[in-house]
């Protein structure tokens, strides 16, 4: 499977800023998600960035909100902006690894954003 | 309802036994289906994925698929203290065409020596 970072590993900001989170995976994927993950809580896709077109948001995020980039088939960012402290949470990307019928989703080690 | 259900537990069993958990899901037309192991502090790992009906083993786990029931499991044998995590099910439902897991809440599994 493919070996995904996450950049910054956690942060502590202050509410009303943005962050930036990078994910590197180290093959050509087609598409990669962002996931969050709030305390005590499972995990719910926030949207699915493909390379060469806008992101699909999924129902309760916006673009303004958590706006996305993938300007190639090997990274992707997620900013959250704006924070308030109801955005603390695990922000987690995946890539899906398709071969034949099956199909397979990995995540990276993840971000810890505490909104302070 | 929930897409995706599991019981929160936690569950506990002692080392050595079977540890047996379960999940439903709601959408009948779902196709993928995967169990996730996330220890805490750490991100989700897959342990396994099961496509059709029956039964798949991987070494100490073995996932069940009934799609009739909407009903999937996962039986670890010879539980061990470091199988203690919280294991995700998850589907890619019929309607989604792209990739899209949904995660039930999570099963809290707690391996006693």
Known sequence: SAVISQKPSRDICQRGTSLTIQCQVDSQVTMMFWYRQQPGQSLTLIATANQGSEATYESGFVIDKFPISRPNLTFSTLTVSNMSPEDSSIYLCSVEDREGASYEQYFGPGTRLTVT | ?113
């Open chain 2, 1 to 113: 309802q929930k897409e995706v259900e599991q019981n929160s537990g936690p569950l506990s069993v002692p080392e050595g036994a079977i540890a047996s958990l379960n999940c439903t899901y709601s959408d009948r037309g779902s196709q993928s289906f995967f169990w996730y192991r996330q220890y805490s502090g750490k991100s989700p790992e897959l342990i396994m994925s099961i496509y059709s009906n029956g039964d798949k083993e991987d070494g100490r786990f073995t996932a069940q698929l009934n799609k009739a029931s909407q009903y999937v499991s996962l039986l670890i044998r010879d539980s061990q203290p470091s199988d203690s995590a919280t294991y995700l099910c998850a589907v890619v439902p019929f309607y989604n065409q792209g990739g899209k897991l949904i995660f039930g809440q999570g099963t809290e599994l707690s391996v006693k020596p």
